[in-house]
C-alpha cells in the first residue's frame, strides 16, 4: 500500500467533501500518522471510511464502543471544537490515542480519560511513539470527568451519548465548548454547547451521525409508565 497516497485520498475523499476545511487542521491530518494508531491486524483499513475495532471484535466489550470513530467524524469533530493554542482540553474516550494526539498538536494540554486499563495502556505508548509530550492518558471513568483539573477551554467526547451530564457542563470555561454525538439511533447530532457568563449555556446542532455509546453515561428510559 502506497501510505501517502492513501492518506492524501483519505483527506480529499472523506475528510474534505464533509466540510472539514480548516487548513491547519488539514495539514494537521497529514502530518499524524493515523496508521500508527491503528491496531496491527486493521493497519490496512486505517484510512477506510469506517469504525476500527481496537480489541478483538468477538469481545463483548467491543459493543459498548471501543472502536476509532470513522476519519472524517474525527476530523469534523476535531473541527467543531475550534481549539486554540493556549487551551487545555479534555478528551472523554481516549481509544487508541488518535484525537488526542490530534488535540495535542492544537492546544495547550490535553487531558484524556479511558475507562479500560488495556487501552490506556495502548495510547499511552501510541502517543509516546508519536512524540506527543503534552497529552496525559488517565485511567478514569469519563462520565464523571475530572472535576480537580476544572475548569477546561474545550470538553470532546470521542463518541455518543443519550446526554450530557451537567457535571460535564459545570466543567467548561466561559467561553468554554463542550462536543458530543448526542441522541438515539438510528440518527444522532453533532452538538456543541457553549458555556456563557454564568450558568448559562448555548447549544448548536450541526450534523448528523450515528456513532458508538461511550460507557456509564446516562440513558434515556425507553419504557412510559
Excluded at 501510505?3 to 483527506?11: V, Y
Excluded at 470513522?70 to 488518535?98: C, F, M, N, W
Aim: proline share 6%; glycine share 6%; with cysteine.
Amino acid at each position: 500500500m502506497n501510505l501517502e497516497q492513501a492518506r492524501f485520498n483519505m483527506i480529499q475523499q472523506q475528510i474534505r467533501p464533509w466540510d472539514v476545511l480548516n487548513g491547519e487542521l488539514l495539514e494537521l491530518l497529514t502530518l499524524v500518522r493515523r496508521e500508527e494508531f491503528v491496531p496491527a491486524s486493521h493497519k490496512a483499513l486505517a484510512f477506510a471510511d469506517i469504525e476500527i475495532p481496537l480489541r478483538n471484535p468477538t469481545d463483548a466489550a467491543l459493543r459498548l464502543g471501543q472502536c476509532m470513530l470513522a476519519p472524517k467524524v474525527e476530523a469534523r469533530l476535531v473541527q467543531d471544537a475550534a481549539v486554540q493554542k493556549h487551551e487545555k482540553v479534555l478528551e472523554i474516550g481516549t481509544g487508541s490515542g488518535y484525537v488526542a494526539a490530534l488535540l495535542a498538536h492544537l492546544s495547550q494540554r490535553v487531558i484524556t480519560l479511558e475507562i479500560e486499563p488495556e487501552l490506556v495502556a495502548v495510547a499511552r505508548s501510541n502517543l509516546q511513539k508519536a512524540g506527543i509530550l503534552n497529552a496525559e492518558v488517565r485511567l478514569a471513568d469519563g462520565s464523571k470527568g475530572v472535576p480537580l483539573e476544572a475548569p477546561f477551554d474545550v470538553i470532546l467526547l470521542s463518541g455518543s451519548v443519550a446526554e450530557i451530564p451537567d457535571k460535564l457542563l459545570e466543567s467548561l470555561k466561559p467561553g468554554g465548548r463542550l462536543v458530543a454525538i448526542v441522541g438515539e439511533e438510528p440518527i444522532m447530532r453533532a452538538t456543541t454547547i457553549t458555556r456563557t457568563a454564568g450558568q448559562g449555556y448555548s447549544s448548536n446542532q450541526g450534523w448528523d451521525t450515528v456513532a458508538p455509546r461511550l460507557q456509564n453515561f446516562p440513558e434515556h428510559s425507553r419504557f412510559n409508565f
